[in-house]
């Protein structure tokens, strides 16, 4: 079974620029999470996808942040214009089930410089 | 708000040895916590799941415990390889519509041969 995919694996682009993370999920997998890592601080959580629907936005950091999930397939997470804070690894999570016993498969994350 | 906190310093043992890693949360009651693995340039990795009702829960040679009264889970990895060298983050489910799950900083260890 392949596991959580993300593309591309490093990007590094100037301040203002934009940039797109994409993340395909374990096939039939319905919940996909979105979580970031920036520099010296723990994994915080961005948004959670049911299918296509967004179920919890509550973690994204602002507007220049965009995640869509066309379809309940993969998911890309778009931010635009980019600041240097957003530097950071972005890492994307898919589950078959959605519940407090809820269990993650973590795809390798995507990491953002932002110069 | 929530915080969960685990020793930053790394742990350094020999191959072997028992290692402990301690996880202290405040601010919350959780009905489950998850501990993960991350090596470097890699994801987290699932481990152990441990439901607030369970005091203990083992898998292979990996122990967790979660004490609500303490506000803590430790993890024990006995027998220890080098292989076992890994960042270990503790995590909490939070109980809303999302059941995301909150970590903590993680702690790096480090098994000597």
């Known amino acids: 079974e392949a596991g959580v995919t993300q593309f591309p694996s490093h990007s590094v682009i100037e301040k203002g620029q934009t940039v797109t993370l994409r993340c395909d999920p374990i096939?039939?997998?319905?919940?996909l999470y979105w979580y970031r890592r920036v520099m010296g601080k723990e994994i915080k959580f961005l948004l959670h996808?049911?299918?296509?629907?967004?179920?919890?936005e509550s973690g994204m950091p602002n507007n220049r942040f965009l995640a869509e999930r066309t379809g309940g397939t993969y998911s890309t997470l778009k931010v635009q214009p980019a600041e240097l804070e957003d530097s950071g690894v972005y890492f994307c999570?898919?589950?078959?089930?959605?519940?407090?016993?809820?269990?993650?498969?973590f795809g390798a994350g995507s990491r953002l410089t932002v110069l | 708000s929530q915080k969960i906190e685990q020793n930053s310093e790394a742990l350094n043992i020999q191959e072997g040895k028992t290692a402990t890693l301690t996880c202290n949360y405040t601010?919350?009651?959780?009905?489950?916590l998850q501990w993960y693995r991350q090596d470097p340039g890699r994801g987290p990795v699932f481990l152990l799941l441990?439901?607030?009702?369970?005091k203990e829960k083992r898998k292979e040679r990996l122990k967790v415990t979660f004490d609500t009264t303490l506000k803590q889970s430790l993890f024990h990895i006995t027998a220890s390889q080098p292989a076992d060298s890994a960042t270990y983050l503790c995590?909490?489910?939070?109980?809303?519509?999302?059941?995301?799950?909150?970590f903590g900083s993680g702690t790096r260890l480090l098994v000597r041969p």
């Open positions: 996808f049911v299918k296509e629907s967004k179920q919890d």
């Open positions: 441990i439901r607030e009702n369970e």
């Open positions: 096939s039939g997998h319905d919940n």
């Open positions: 995590a909490l489910v939070a109980m809303d519509s999302s059941y995301k799950l909150i």
């Open positions: 601010n919350y009651s959780p009905a489950y």
């Open positions: 999570a898919s589950s078959l089930g959605f519940s407090g016993a809820n269990v993650l498969t």
